[in-house]
């Protein structure tokens, strides 16, 4: 099967900045050597249902949101491709924690990488409580935190 010597990453991205932190990891591997293959996911919202189990939304905010999360992955995929990683992009509606495990599993991914930003509350919800989450959660796909420098470490379950 073609790509079974690469390591497929799964980047999840919530805004366009954490793309630096997995993307200097996947950067770090290719320069020891190691083939590399980014995923890069962004989850947005499940819509609202109604009682009737039909979901509601305007049809403009759903416009509206699918141009910015465009953008977004645009804009990640445009430092990937400065950095000569090979990527794909997906856009999944649905919970967090389950969609990114499931993503992770659908795709064949070996490994999670989480930001681990130094100041910020988003981050310290990443390392505490959903890093945490996804690595008791996780069905064979290691969960890692990478910093700044795309130095990493495994989230313990």
């Not at 079974?4 to 020891?32: C, F, H, M, N």
């Not at 305007?58 to 090979?86: C, F, K, N, V």
């Not at 659908?106 to 996804?134: D, I, N, Q, Y």
Request: aromatic residues 6%; proline residues 6%; charged residues 15%.
């Amino acid at each position: 099967m073609p790509g079974q010597d690469t390591l497929l990453l799964l980047l999840p991205v919530k805004r366009a900045s954490d793309i630096v932190y997995g993307a200097r990891y996947a950067r770090r591997l290719q320069e020891w050597g190691i083939k590399v293959r980014v995923s890069l996911l962004h989850v947005t919202p499940a819509p609202p249902r109604q009682a009737s189990g039909v979901p509601q939304h305007s049809a403009s905010e759903g416009h509206a949101l699918d141009l910015a999360t465009q953008q977004l992955m645009h804009e990640a995929g445009l430092y990937l491709s400065r950095t000569h990683i090979e990527f794909n992009t997906h856009i999944f509606a649905g919970e967090l924690l389950f969609t990114i495990l499931d993503t992770a599993e659908l795709l064949g991914c070996h490994e999670v990488v989480l930001p681990a930003h130094r100041h910020s509350s988003w981050p310290r919800h990443f390392s505490g409580g959903l890093a945490g989450k996804l690595a008791r959660g996780s069905r064979g796909t290691t969960i890692l935190l990478a910093n700044h420098e795309g130095v990493s470490s495994p989230v313990p379950a």
